[in-house]
């Protein structure tokens, strides 16, 4: 269990890669807000 052990998260970090020890960063969703139409009457 270290660096060489790829299975744990130190072994993902020195072998530079991802799964489910060491997850990717999500990045920020954006969130649309649709405005509803409205029928104008003056």
């Keep these: ?3 060489g052990d ?3 998260k130190r072994g993902k970090i020195s072998n530079k890669s991802y ?3 060491r ?3 999500s ?3 954006v969130v649309v807000v ?3 139409k409205t029928k104008g009457k003056t």
């Design 6 to 8: 790829i299975k744990t």
């Design 19 to 21: 799964g489910a020890r």
């Design 27 to 29: 990045k920020a969703k």
């Design 34 to 36: 649709k405005k509803k």
């Design 1 to 3: 269990m270290g660096k």
């Design 23 to 25: 997850p990717k960063k």
